[in-house]
């Protein structure tokens, strides 16, 4: 798969997640510096909307979108990851009115980047994504967005969602 972050070409570490495969289990932390564990999420349909920083207008765009979008969706959980420090993304959700996802982060273990293949090498941020895993824990849809800068298929991914729910 290729990759690119502002028109470079970067290495992605772990396995590139597939529709069809069971959901890797991951730990990452919260705004609070608690642990949170993807099992948490077992039995639900879940958004994993993934990117690099809150601190870009993209990713700023991406975490407004599916937390407006969360709020019309019952029975879906929207968790938001990132490799910001969790002070930065709870910040971040204060000052955007950011109530109806998840923020958590993976600077800590970087389990969730190496264990869905989001992890860019040359900078250890998180790639552009999405992944919606099914209430039985099987990936239903994903998309590494080719250029990281770019925004991810929205209208696409809650398509998918919209017919798990």
Same mark, same amino acid.
């Given at each position: ?11 992605? !570490? *772990?396995?590139? !997640? ?7 289990a991951f730990k990452a932390t ?13 039995? #639900?349909? /879940? ?8 601190? =870009?207008? /993209?990713?700023?765009?991406? &975490? ?13 959980? /929207? /968790? =938001? !990851? =990132? ?7 709870? %910040?971040?959700?204060?000052?955007? *009115? ?5 923020? !958590?982060?993976?600077? #800590? $273990? %970087?389990?969730? +980047?190496?264990? @869905? ?9 998180? &790639? %552009? +994504? ?13 998309? @590494?967005?080719?250029?990281?800068? $770019? ?5 696409? &991914?809650?398509?998918?969602?919209? #017919?798990?729910?």
């Amino acid at each position: 798969m290729d990759i690119t972050f502002a028109g470079n070409k970067v290495n992605l !570490i *772990g396995n590139e !997640i597939k529709v069809g495969d069971q959901a890797p289990a991951f730990k990452a932390t919260m705004n609070d510096l608690s642990e949170w564990s993807s099992e948490n999420c077992d039995n #639900k349909v /879940v958004v994993y909307s993934v990117a690099p920083s809150l601190d =870009t207008e /993209v990713c700023a765009l991406q &975490a407004k979108k599916f937390n407006k979008e969360a709020s019309e969706l019952e029975g879906v959980n /929207v /968790v =938001t !990851i =990132t490799e910001d420090l969790p002070f930065a993304q709870a %910040r971040f959700c204060s000052n955007e *009115g950011i109530e109806n996802n998840l923020m !958590i982060s993976d600077y #800590k $273990d %970087r389990e969730f +980047g190496e264990k @869905y293949g989001f992890l860019m090498e040359e900078n250890k941020l998180l &790639a %552009r +994504g999405v992944v919606v895993v099914d209430k039985d824990g099987k990936v239903a849809y994903v998309e @590494y967005v080719p250029e990281v800068t $770019d925004e991810v298929d929205f209208d696409k &991914a809650l398509e998918e969602v919209k #017919k798990l729910v």
